[in-house]
C-alpha cells in the first residue's frame, strides 16, 4: 500500500530537549516536504527536498532543521524546541512532476 | 502577493442538500487549483484538481469544483451531501514566484459539518 509514515504521532517534551521526527514513504518519491498546521493559518510549508542531499527552506524554517540522507526518508529536527512550536505536523511526498502530494497521518507536538 | 482565501470557518449544511465551499485565490500566471480533505486524526488527501480545460472539474466522493477565472474562484460543491463528508477541507494554489518547484500554498481550510 503506497503510504507516508510519521513517527512518533503524539509527542509531548519540554523546551529545550531535542527531538526528531521521523517520515518514510514507500513511493519511490523525490519530492518530500514538512508543513506545520495551526488553526487558522492552514499549512504553512517547513522545509522540502528535491532529492537526496538536495533541501531547501520553506516558509517557515526557523528551528527546524532536515536531513535527506536517503529518498525514502525526511526526518524533522528540532535541535531545541520551544513553546510556539506545540503545532501539528505533516509529512508529504510527491512524484517530482505531479501536483498530487501524498500526506502522513500527521504528529501532534506539544512543547512545555 | 499570491494567496489562498476561504471566507467560511465552518459550513453547515443537512444531510441530502448541496453544498459549497468557497475558495478564492491571487497568484501570477495561470493557476493551478487544488482540494484537499482532511477528516479527524488523518493526514489531508487530494480531492482534486485543476490545470487546465474544463471549468468544471470532478473529483474524488462525488465531488466538483468549478473555476471561475474573472472571479478568482474556485468553489468546491456537491449535488448531495453526506455526513461522512464531515471534514477539514483545504483549497490550495501552486506557488509561482517563491522556489520550492510545485510548491503549494494552503487556505485555512473551512470546516464541513453535515447533520443527519
Redesign the interface.
Known amino acids: 500500500e503506497a503510504q507516508?509514515t510519521q513517527n512518533p504521532r503524539y509527542l509531548i517534551t519540554v523546551t529545550g530537549k531535542k527531538l526528531t521526527v521521523t517520515c518514510s514513504q514507500n513511493m519511490n518519491h523525490e519530492?518530500m516536504?514538512w508543513?506545520r498546521q495551526d488553526p487558522?493559518?492552514?499549512?504553512?510549508?517547513i522545509y522540502?527536498s528535491?532529492n537526496v542531499e538536495v533541501t531547501?527552506k520553506?516558509d517557515v524554517p526557523e528551528g527546524y532543521k532536515v536531513s535527506r540522507k536517503e529518498k525514502r526518508n525526511f526526518p524533522l529536527i528540532l535541535e531545541s524546541p520551544s513553546p510556539n512550536q506545540t503545532s501539528l505536523y505533516?509529512c508529504?511526498s510527491?512524484d517530482?512532476s505531479s501536483?498530487?502530494?501524498?500526506?502522513?497521518?500527521?504528529t501532534r507536538l506539544t512543547v512545555t | 502577493a499570491q494567496s489562498v482565501a476561504q471566507p467560511e470557518d465552518q459550513v453547515n449544511v443537512a444531510e441530502g442538500n448541496p453544498l459549497t465551499v468557497k475558495c478564492t485565490y491571487s497568484v501570477s500566471g495561470n493557476p493551478y487549483l487544488f482540494w484537499y480533505v482532511q477528516y479527524p486524526n488523518r493526514g489531508l488527501q487530494f480531492l482534486l484538481k485543476y490545470i487546465t480545460g474544463d471549468n468544471l472539474v470532478k473529483g474524488s466522493y462525488g465531488f466538483e469544483a468549478e473555476f471561475n477565472k474573472s472571479q478568482t474562484s474556485f468553489h468546491l460543491k456537491k449535488p448531495s451531501a453526506l455526513v461522512s463528508d464531515s471534514a477539514l477541507y483545504f483549497c490550495a494554489v501552486r506557488d509561482t514566484i517563491s522556489g520550492g518547484y510545485n510548491k503549494l500554498i494552503f487556505g485555512a481550510g473551512t470546516r464541513l459539518a453535515v447533520h443527519p
Do not use: T
Not at chain 1, 487558522?40 to 510549508?45: E, F, I
Open positions: 507516508v519530492y516536504s508543513y487558522g493559518l492552514g499549512l504553512r510549508q522540502y528535491m531547501d520553506g505533516f508529504a510527491r517530482f501536483y498530487e502530494q501524498y500526506f502522513g497521518p500527521g
